[in-house]
T-cell receptor
Framework: GAVVSQHPSWVICKSGTSVKIECRSL??????MFWYRQFPKQSLMLMAT?????????EQGVEKDKFLINHASLTLSTLTVTSAHPEDSSFYIC???????????FGPGTRLTVL | SQKIEQNSEALNIQEGKTATLTCNYT??????LQWYRQDPGRGPVFLLL?????KEKRKERLKVTFDTTLKQSLFHITASQPADSATYLC?????????????FGTGTRLLVSP
C-alpha cells in the first residue's frame, strides 16, 4: 500500500528558531501534498496545499511567510516553521495523493514543541 | 457557518456490541464523505469513502450510511473488539473546490471494553 513518512517524528526547539519537517511518499509519486495541523482534542486543520513545482496554496489565516512549504520533487514536500513560538507547538501531519489515485494517504505526524 | 459535528463525548461499549458513531454537517454540499481512524500520536488511516449518490457502504465489519437530506453519516462497527478502540474522524470535501480538499470533524473516541 501507499506509504507516507514524516521526519522527524518529534522535535523540541527553542523559541525563535526554525524547524523543518519532511514529508515523503515512499512508494508512489505525488503531485499534491497537504499539510495539516492538529491541536490537542481538536480536528485536523488544513494549512496549505503543496503542488510539485509551484507555490503552495495557503488556507485563510495561515501565514505563508511563517510556514514555508517547498515541494521540490514528486516524493518530497517540506514545511519549515520559521521563528517558532510556543503557540506553534502542535501535531503537524502531511498527506499525499498518488498520481493515479484520488485517495489521500497520511503520514504519521510530527510533534513540535517550542519552548 | 459551516460545521462538521461529531459527538465529542467518548463512546464506551462492550466487546461484541455494535458501535454507532454520528457525523452531522451544515452548510456543506459534499460530493463524498470519508471516515478515518486515528490512534493517539498517529496520523489518520483511511477506512471508507461514500459518495453522495450512495446510501450505504460496507467493508468487513464496517458500515457507513450517508443521508444528504439529513446531512448526516452514520458509521457502524459490528462485533466490536478492544482493538477497535481509537478516535474516528469523518471528513468531507468542500464540494466546490475539487475532489481532494478535505474538512475534518473533531472525532469521536471509541472505547471497547473486554
Amino acid at each position: 500500500g501507499a506509504v507516507v513518512s514524516q521526519h522527524p517524528s518529534w522535535v523540541i526547539c527553542k523559541s525563535g528558531t526554525s524547524v523543518k519537517i519532511e514529508c515523503r511518499s515512499l512508494d508512489f509519486q505525488a503531485t499534491t501534498m497537504f499539510w495539516y495541523r492538529q491541536f490537542p482534542k481538536q480536528s485536523l486543520m488544513l494549512m496549505a496545499t503543496s503542488n510539485e513545482g509551484s507555490k503552495a496554496t495557503y488556507e485563510q489565516g495561515v501565514e505563508k511567510d511563517k510556514f514555508l512549504i517547498n515541494h521540490a520533487s514528486l516524493t518530497l514536500s517540506t514545511l519549515t516553521v520559521t521563528s517558532a513560538h510556543p503557540e506553534d507547538s502542535s501535531f503537524y501531519i502531511c498527506s499525499a495523493i498518488p498520481l493515479t489515485d484520488n485517495e489521500q494517504f497520511f503520514g504519521p505526524g510530527t510533534r513540535l514543541t517550542v519552548l | 457557518s459551516q460545521k462538521i459535528e461529531q459527538n465529542s463525548e467518548a463512546l464506551n461499549i462492550q466487546e461484541g456490541k455494535t458501535a454507532t458513531l454520528t457525523c452531522n454537517y451544515t452548510n456543506y454540499s459534499p460530493a463524498y464523505l470519508q471516515w478515518y481512524r486515528q490512534d493517539p500520536g498517529r496520523g489518520p488511516v483511511f477506512l471508507l469513502l461514500i459518495r453522495e449518490n450512495e446510501k450505504e457502504k460496507r467493508k468487513e465489519r464496517l458500515k457507513v450510511t450517508f443521508d444528504t437530506t439529513l446531512k448526516q453519516s452514520l458509521f457502524h462497527i459490528t462485533a466490536s473488539q478492544p482493538a477497535d478502540s481509537a478516535t474516528y474522524l469523518c471528513a468531507l470535501d468542500e464540494g466546490n473546490t475539487g475532489f481532494q480538499k478535505l474538512v475534518f470533524g473533531t472525532g469521536t473516541r471509541l472505547l471497547v471494553s473486554p
